[in-house]
Nanobody
């Protein structure tokens, strides 16, 4: 059974940092694209960041560029999202996701989802 487990979320103040991590089991994601979506209350789920196989390509939503950094450790089957200079509008449930390739990820064609971790940023 494939599982993605996210951790690292929490309550922080504006300007603080958090590092989200996602660990996969039951499947090796080393040749696939992995990344993060987020969903705030009353809003649609949206891509935050993605990183391709071999880390050749990365994608960041405009409003996180320069603040968030995605990385992957294929030896540990994990993906991380370093979030700096957090803002209240970054508050959301953050979901780890895996797609078969980079293009599929950007189209939202996701093979596996995590259950999410909550990030709350207070002003």
């Amino acid at each position: 059974q494939v599982q993605l487990v996210e951790f690292g979320g929490g309550l922080v103040q504006a300007g603080d940092s958090l590092r989200l991590s996602c660990a996969g089991s039951g499947h090796t994601f080393s040749t696939e694209t992995v990344g993060w979506f987020r969903q705030a209350p009353g809003k649609e789920r949206e891509i935050v960041a993605a990183i391709s196989w071999r880390s050749d390509s990365t994608f960041y939503r405009d409003y996180v560029k320069g603040r968030f950094t995605i990385s992957r450790d294929d030896a540990k089957n994990t993906v991380h999202l370093q979030m700096n200079s957090l803002k209240p509008e970054d508050s959301a449930d953050y979901y780890c996701a895996v797609a078969s390739n980079y293009g599929a990820f950007l189209l939202g064609d996701i093979r596996y989802w995590g259950k999410g971790t909550l990030v709350t940023v207070s002003s």
